[in-house]
């Protein structure tokens, strides 16, 4: 009963599910109160929602889970293809989408890697080497010479 008074609250955006409200609508095979949650929650909310959705495994939801696959919070998206990859469906289109998929959070994953090896290796400046000390040099050198 509690449950379902979370499930109106939520649809009248009062207040978000809780993880305890979604293991609940696990126990009880409410596909659509969790495909709801993956549309309209907010980033937690989705991403428990995808994860959910694993273990209910109703095809029906492969759909909402192809539109989470778009997220622009990578966790959820990155549920949903985990999710559909476990769901094990025989369509040839929905397993390529999975791949290419899985192909691009690695290469995201690999240019965070790049950018953060490449801010290490930026900031390696010689003191020797500033601007700043060289125009003092020069500065200094200038004034040794005679003037004309």
């Known amino acids: 009963m509690f449950y379902q008074i979370s499930y109106w609250f939520f649809k009248l955006k009062l207040s978000q599910p809780s993880e305890n409200a979604i293991n609940y609508w696990i126990d009880t095979n409410a596909v659509n109160k969790l495909e709801y949650a993956l549309i309209h929650g907010n980033y937690k909310t989705r991403q428990l929602a995808a994860e959910a ?25 990155i ?3 985990n999710t559909l990859e476990r769901l094990g469906t ?4 929905i397993k390529s ?13 690999d240019k965070e890697e ?20 060289k125009s003092f040099e020069m500065v200094k050198e200038r004034l040794k010479r005679p003037i004309r």
Do not use: C, M
């Open 114 to 133: 790049r950018q953060k090896s490449a801010k290490v290796k930026k900031h390696n400046i010689y003191r020797w080497e500033r601007t700043s000390k």
């Open 90 to 93: 025989k369509d040839e289109l």
């Open 79 to 81: 549920a949903a293809l």
């Open 53 to 77: 959705l694993e273990f209910v495994g109703q095809p029906s939801s492969i759909p909402v889970l192809l539109v989470a696959i778009d997220d622009k919070i990578q966790n959820v998206s």
């Open 97 to 109: 989408i999975i791949r290419k998929r899985f192909n691009w959070v690695k290469n995201l994953r």
